[in-house]
């Protein structure tokens, strides 16, 4: 950072700390008298103040001499939802930003230079830090071996449960155990939508892509188009679509970020996207890369955001890493983190949902690392529903069906906002029952052996 960046930063951040201490907003008078230690001339503080209030981090009332400045959303929250995912400050700016009314955000269009100015050999999204603590989350016992082995052994798990949470993602509403039974046996939600199944097995086909042919794929078209081919199979108004580069402008729903239109742009940028992608060494800082930029150039119809979460595990699982499954990463923090990529070209956000997402997957892949983790507080809070409900249903060797309607019935008993957590917390518990691990349940080896012939049926 140069000399007079550095210190505009520092004077910038004295401001908003001013701010803070004036509810009502405070006069260019009060800011100066108030914000201790910053050394400013009068006419500098009016520029940082209008820097602040173009970014939408300030807004005035009153006129001419009778200005106040007001700091928008002082109080911003260091964590969202029962999730408990940590913001950093940067972060939680940009979340205040983004969650403004969007007539007060203002329009941007497509910034070539924010892709441009990537320079693998010099730029890195992830510092050193946060690489090694990936590195350390995502480590296997075979990483020397093929690429594509880890996800070779994992591949039943890793297709239900990418396929969920990358389709929960997009707004899809069926639940675990209705993605397990659709994957694994065909069978159809009957109280769902055909495009809700269509998207969970288009998820299935092209995870089988992924990991079946990991000597042939890579950040190349061939891969990222049969990718985008795969996901969007049978759900685009223009069947030829897939797999094709995008032709027409698009917009982005509740968004004031209007995409690339002119297609010869989109073609270009999309190649020089692979190439700075291939350039990257650091296979975190290659996922990651992949879920900020493909989603920001928008080089398809539509079903971005899916292919850039699935090409952000091409890499992890080349080099036999655990996989990134998107476990239990929130809905709204996911869009939001996305927003300040496509209306600020802020990546802050979205690198933390990127980083809580990855140790949340890691731990979930790695049994032997489970117990280092933090303990579920949600599961925590339901521990005696969760082993009641689950004891119920192995003594009565419930099949799939009659198990879910045990669980929805019980979730309707509980709060509404902790019901879908709670479905999700018993039927990713089902799904992990095996013969070594069933005893904390209290039923017998018979009991368990029975349930588990009805529930392969």
């Known amino acids: 950072m140069k000399k007079e960046d550095a210190q505009a930063h520092v004077q910038l951040e004295h401001i908003k700390s001013a701010l803070t201490k004036f509810k009502d907003g405070a006069s260019i008078e009060e800011i100066l008298a108030a914000a201790s230690g910053l050394q400013i001339e009068m006419r500098t ?3 940082r103040l209008a820097l602040l209030q173009k970014k939408g981090i300030v807004r005035t009332s009153g006129k001419t001499r009778s200005t106040r400045y007001h700091l928008v959303f002082p109080d911003q929250p260091q964590q969202t939802n029962d999730t408990l995912i940590p913001l950093s400050p940067q972060a939680q700016e940009t979340r205040a930003l983004i969650m403004q009314p969007i007539a007060h955000r203002r329009p941007v269009s497509y910034n070539i230079d924010f892709l441009a100015s990537y320079q693998p050999q010099t730029n890195s999204y992830l510092t050193e830090i946060e690489k090694n603590k990936l590195a350390e989350l995502g480590k296997t016992t075979i990483q020397n071996q093929a690429a594509g082995t880890y996800a070779k052994e994992i591949l ?3 297709l239900i449960d990418l396929s969920w ?7 899809n509403t069926y639940s675990l155990l209705d993605t397990q039974r659709l994957i694994s046996q065909g069978e159809l939600a009957g109280n769902r939508s055909a495009a809700e199944a269509q998207m969970i097995l288009n998820h299935k086909d092209a995870i089988e892509f992924i990991v079946r042919s990991a000597d042939e794929t890579g950040f190349n078209r061939y891969t990222l188009t049969n990718l985008h081919a795969l996901l969007s199979n049978n759900l685009l108004a223009d069947p030829a679509a897939s797999g094709r580069m995008r032709t027409f402008g698009v917009g982005i729903t509740n968004s004031v970020y ?8 989109i073609e270009e940028l999309f190649d020089l996207m692979l190439t700075k992608a291939n350039e990257i060494e650091n296979p975190f800082e290659q996922a990651f890369f992949i879920m900020v930029h493909l989603p920001y150039l928008q080089p398809f119809d ?7 979460r699935l090409a952000a595990n091409i890499p992890l699982n080349k080099n036999n890493l655990a996989p990134l499954a998107f476990v239990d990463v929130p809905n709204d923090l996911y869009i939001q983190g996305m927003l300040g ?6 990546i802050d956000l979205l690198k933390d949902v990127f980083m809580w997402a990855y140790e949340r997957s890691a731990l979930r892949y790695a049994a032997l690392r489970q117990s ?14 969760i082993r009641t409900l689950i004891t119920t249903i192995l003594s009565q060797a419930m099949a799939q069906v009659e ?3 045990a669980i929805e019935l019980k979730a309707n008993e509980l709060p509404q906002n902790d019901r879908s957590k709670f479905i999700e917390a018993v039927e990713t518990e089902l799904l992990s029952l095996h013969p070594g691990n069933f005893a904390r349940y209290w039923v017998s080896p018979a009991q368990f052996a029975k349930w588990q012939e009805a529930w392969k049926k």
């Open 156 to 158: 039943q798990r890793l």
């Open 302 to 308: 539509d079903v971005n955001k899916r292919v850039s």
């Open 341 to 346: 990529v496509y209306e600020l070209n802020r």
């Open 45 to 47: 503080l009016q520029r």
């Open 165 to 171: 949470n990358s389709s929960r993602l997009e707004g």
């Open 403 to 405: 198990a879910g309607q």
């Open 258 to 265: 209007i995409p690339l239109s002119i297609p010869q742009q």
């Open 372 to 385: 280092l983790g933090e303990p579920d507080p949600f599961r925590l809070k339901y521990r005696d529903e």
